[in-house]
């Protein structure tokens, strides 16, 4: 069998198990955990995966089998099911056996991972933990290009690539936006030694900083709340490894896709608020700060300086040209990031791009409204934002993995 045939095989079925008998022997494995006190970094493991997930049957393993061929070994993989009700946890046993498998009352993503840690020892038996997300799919070689660009002495975190997995027109269109953010933003700002978010699925961190992060802070996304914490707290310094790309699924309605981005609103402002983001003298003010005022120029042009000209020239042609410099600035920008990643389907979200550039800045506008304003969402969330999301995979959905 081929390392893409690995990577793509998948066996879907379901089932229920019982809580009580799920969790047999926490509590013996916890203290065996507890008595485990390895500081020396020469001592302890290089890298461990942790997989956290709810109602992930569908995905699990073929995630587990990725991260095999991608080059993580199947003993350091762990997953935390947070009490799923379908059959991610049997699968997950029968991937990677009872020891490498906690279940947990519900708690959130956040909470789920934060007892995982503790239960399978992370922080005494390994100097990297990754936490990624349990719908990823590695590329080929995801984990030998990470670990040979992990240095525990000069980085605190490393963040890889995240890319869409194929699926449908919206999947086009995030794999358009994910690569030129992450070509052109995030290179920029590894270069300044700053990221401005963690994502979820790319994400590893040096075990020794874990007891300076507060993992079940009241926050609808999670890793944008944490790489604050690094930041704010001065943990160290970050690495960008572009070359570690992880696929991960997207929304495949409009439905989806409109209640995803408001999440990620309502978190972003969320964790603007409680950091006080843009009063403080660091590179995450500047760089959000800037990003923030991108989406405010961007409107302040259309609704306010766009109407302006016209009223003072008199004008109307004024409209088509904007629009016509803008689509061939953005047509530009998809040709380059389908050249970088070969898929030259990118070129085809143009016709609807507009549709769901306004839709995210509508989910923006909301957010702000909704937390600035409204001083709503303040209370803690342990949602996954997921239910719903996860689809049979195809070979199709996979072609650019192996």
């Not at 099911?81 to 993503?109: I, P, Q, Y």
């Not at 999670?222 to 790489?227: A, G, K, R, Y």
């Not at 209640?259 to 660091?282: A, H, M, P, S, T």
């Not at 003072?312 to 040709?335: E, K, Q, R, Y």
């Amino acid at each position: 069998m081929t390392r893409q045939e690995l990577a793509i095989q998948s066996v879907h079925s379901r089932g229920e198990l019982d809580y009580a008998r799920r969790t047999t022997g926490y509590e013996a494995r916890k203290a065996a955990n507890r008595g485990k006190n390895i500081s020396d970094r020469n001592t302890r493991k290089r890298l461990a995966l942790l997989l956290p997930g709810h109602n992930e049957e569908l995905i699990i393993e073929t995630t587990i089998r990725s991260a095999i061929v991608a080059g993580q070994s199947k003993r350091d993989i762990y997953v935390v099911d947070d009490n799923s009700s379908d059959a991610t946890r049997k699968l997950a046993v029968k991937m990677l056996g009872e020891a490498n498998v906690l279940t947990v009352e519900r708690s959130g993503k956040a909470g789920a991972v934060l007892k995982a840690i503790e239960h399978f020892g992370i922080k005494e038996r390994y100097v990297w933990l990754h936490v990624a997300d349990a719908d990823s799919i590695f590329s080929a070689d995801y984990f030998r290009v990470y670990k040979s660009k992990l240095n525990a002495k000069h980085y605190a975190v490393a963040v890889g690539f995240v890319q869409s997995m194929r699926g449908n027109w919206i999947s086009t269109y995030r794999a358009l936006t994910y690569t030129y953010s992450q070509h052109v933003s995030r290179r920029i700002q590894s270069r300044l030694g700053m990221v401005s978010v963690f994502p979820g699925p790319i994400t590893c961190f040096r075990t020794d900083i874990l007891d300076h992060l507060e993992f079940t802070g009241n926050s609808l996304t999670e890793d944008f709340d944490i790489t604050l914490q690094v930041h704010r707290k001065k943990l160290g310094r970050i690495k960008f490894i572009p070359g570690a790309i992880n696929y991960t699924q997207d929304p495949q309605t409009l439905d989806d896709f409109w209640k995803q981005n408001l999440r990620w609103q309502r978190g972003f402002f969320q964790g603007v608020k409680k950091y006080r983001i843009g009063l403080k003298r660091q590179l995450i003010d500047v760089s959000l700060g800037f990003q923030m005022l991108q989406t405010v120029f961007f409107l302040v042009q259309l609704l306010v300086l766009l109407p302006l000209v016209i009223y003072m020239t008199g004008n109307w042609m004024v409209i088509p040209v904007a629009i016509a410099a803008d689509f061939i600035l953005n047509g530009i920008i998809a040709l380059a990031s389908s050249i970088v990643v070969k898929r030259w389907n990118l070129l085809g979200a143009l016709p609807y791009f507009y549709f769901l550039r306004w839709m995210e800045i509508g989910a923006y506008l909301t957010g702000f409204f909704e937390v600035m304003i409204l001083r709503r969402f303040q209370t803690e969330i342990k949602g996954w934002g997921t239910e719903g999301r996860r689809y049979k995979l195809t070979n199709d959905a996979l072609k650019d993995v192996a």
